[in-house]
């Protein structure tokens, strides 16, 4: 299979494959799982720690599909799942072509996501992405410090009652704290949002650090990891404002 520019079974365009890590047990637990990368984001978080993902032109550095797909038919008897993450995947109009390709060779799919695409993420079946993970950047008010851009906070509530609907157990939120992006103070306004778009519905919510490292602004790359304390007590916030947020 070359990197090919149309699907010969609908016409449509595949989107582009960046990299591919082969094996991982940390993505798609309890699976055994290979991630594979598409190039191209619409946000611009300025502590985003995958910069080469973001701005086009990819050639130079683009993995061919032929050997994506190659690799994933040669391991189906010891994979189990594919992670699709970015950049963001539903960046591509046709991502779901990608979708069926992988799908079709018996895999189970984790697609993970920011969230900005409802529409394109509503054209995904339960069946055939088997876990979702929303990345959430912050209390909607503040989006744009951690996003790098305005983000419509509709369009982020879309997408969160899609998990709430269509995968209720099979679906998390995450939330990447950046100390001087992220506030204590905001935590009530992001509890209220989260809580209002997902309801009672099973979808779990995670907190995690920033690590720091290389990053898309440069005035950024000094900016430190939290505390085991400063978790601890985003969690905790989260916890009294009805989130039942769990440390990762």
């Known amino acids: 299979m070359a990197q090919r520019s149309k699907k010969p079974h609908d016409g449509q365009v595949l989107p582009p494959t960046f990299g591919l890590i082969k094996t991982t047990l940390l993505d798609f637990p309890p699976l055994v799982a290979a991630v594979v990368f598409t190039p191209g984001c619409n946000l611009r978080c300025p502590w985003c720690q995958n910069p080469g993902l973001v701005h086009a ?64 993420l509503e054209r995904l079946e339960p069946v055939q992405i088997d876990y979702v993970a929303l990345d959430i950047k912050n209390a909607p008010s503040r989006y744009a410090v951690s996003a790098g851009l305005p983000v419509d906070s509709g369009v982020l509530a879309s997408s969160l009652k899609l998990l709430a609907e ?24 992001l509890a209220d949002f989260v809580r209002d778009a997902i309801g009672e519905a099973r979808v779990a919510f995670w907190v995690q650090g920033y690590r720091p490292g290389a990053v898309l602004d440069p005035s950024h790359a000094g900016s430190r990891a939290p505390t085991e304390a400063e978790l601890e007590a985003v969690v905790a916030g989260l916890a009294e404002r009805g989130v039942m947020a769990k440390l990762r």
């Open 166 to 189: 269509r995968w209720p157990g099979r679906s998390e939120v995450r939330l990447t704290w950046v100390p001087g992006l992220n506030r204590l103070e905001d935590l009530g306004e």
């Open 57 to 120: 032109p990819w050639e130079q550095t683009l993995v061919s599909h032929q050997e994506i797909f190659a690799f994933l038919a040669k391991r189906k008897e010891v994979l189990e799942g594919v992670v699709l993450t970015g950049g963001e995947p539903l960046f591509h109009p046709h991502f779901e072509t990608l979708v069926h390709d992988i799908r079709a060779l018996g895999y189970r799919l984790k697609l993970d996501t920011n969230g900005t695409f409802p529409q394109r």
